[in-house]
């Protein structure tokens, strides 16, 4: 089943967008059998249930943090986490750079832009936004390589395509002066397509994958 619903979610993705499947209280035996059919990349949301299953899954996982991060938490994941998708403060962003360095590595991050209607949503406004890109700079142990969002939760798609196509022409802007802004973090199982075609680099795809979480 695993296999199948994967087969279908990538024929609906371009060759350069990035599939992050996410496997957030899945158990090991679901991700294997997505491994086993080449998929590579993985979100968690909790940061237990990552380091729990990077330990004893296979070393060449890629391992995506795709929820809210707590700074007293990141050095569970610094070791080895591949891109970090929500941050949202500077705090943040220097704990990870420290833990980082710890290690004697970059680690990647998207900056999470707020786009929804809800106020509950996480998020970075746009001067928020840019400050923190700017204080960013700074730090030599982490690299900002491009932003994520999430939609409002809502059936009606216009106003999806409206927030998609907000943070896409955010993103472009951006990038005109910053060239290591490249991934753009948008798309779920309900709404990926949707994001592909407001200029998705990479989709977070769970229950589409894995079914529905219960
Ligand atoms: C759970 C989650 C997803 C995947 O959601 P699905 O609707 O199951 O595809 C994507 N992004 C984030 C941040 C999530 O928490």
New binding site residues.
């Given amino acids: 089943m695993i296999e199948e619903n994967l087969r279908k979610v990538r024929a609906h993705i371009p060759q350069q967008v990035t599939l992050v499947a996410?496997s957030?209280t899945k158990p090991n035996s679901s991700i294997m059998a997505a491994y086993q059919e080449g998929q590579r990349s993985f979100?968690e949301?909790k940061v237990q249930d990552l380091a729990a299953k990077a330990e004893v899954l296979p070393k060449d996982i890629q391992w995506h943090m795709?929820?809210h991060l707590q700074s007293n938490k990141v050095k569970f994941i610094a070791p080895f986490v591949h891109l970090i998708?929500?941050v949202d403060s500077f705090k943040l962003l220097k704990e990870i750079d420290k833990r980082a360095k710890q290690h004697d590595r970059i680690i990647d991050c998207l900056l999470q832009v707020h786009i929804a209607k809800e106020s509950s949503k996480f998020g970075l406004g746009l001067e928020e936004l840019k400050h923190l890109l700017s204080s960013s700079l700074d730090l030599k142990h982490v690299a900002v390589k491009g932003f994520m969002g999430?939609a409002t939760y809502t059936s009606n798609t216009s106003i999806i395509e409206k927030e998609f196509a907000y943070l896409k022409q955010i993103f472009s802007q951006f990038q005109k002066t910053n060239q290591e802004l490249q991934i753009l973090s948008m798309g779920?199982?309900?709404d990926y397509s949707l994001a592909i075609e407001h200029g998705s680099t990479m989709v977070?795809?769970?229950?589409?994958i894995f079914g529905s979480?219960l």
């Fill in positions: 996410v957030k979100g949301n795709i929820g998708h929500g999430m779920m199982s309900g977070r795809v769970g229950s589409a979480r």
